[in-house]
């Protein structure tokens, strides 16, 4: 599948290295405030489970290693902080 039409099948952002957003997204994903050295080709910001499943897919059939963060909602967490 090209990009452009990985691109029109999720509903979610799809940032290549360069694209303007890349570095925000890159340094939001991380667990600490340490930079990482790592660089992904890819960053997808899913909207939802099938954007998840069609960027994964893309990733298998490129050869690309397509690792996953579930990023939780502000409702979630305050939900989770009450409990």
């Known amino acids: 599948m090209s990009e452009r039409t990985w691109r ?3 509903e979610g952002t799809l940032l290549r290295r360069g694209d303007t957003g890349y570095e925000t997204a890159r340094t939001r994903a991380l667990w ?5 050295d790592q660089y992904p080709d ?25 690792p ?14 009450d409990s």
């Open 8 to 10: 029109s099948r999720i």
């Open 32 to 36: 600490s405030e340490l930079k990482p």
């Open 42 to 66: 890819v960053i997808v910001r899913a909207a939802g489970e099938r954007d998840v499943q069609t960027s994964t897919s893309q990733g298998s059939a490129s050869g690309r290693s397509m």
């Open 68 to 81: 996953t963060r579930r990023r939780r909602s502000c409702s979630q967490a305050s939900s989770e902080a």
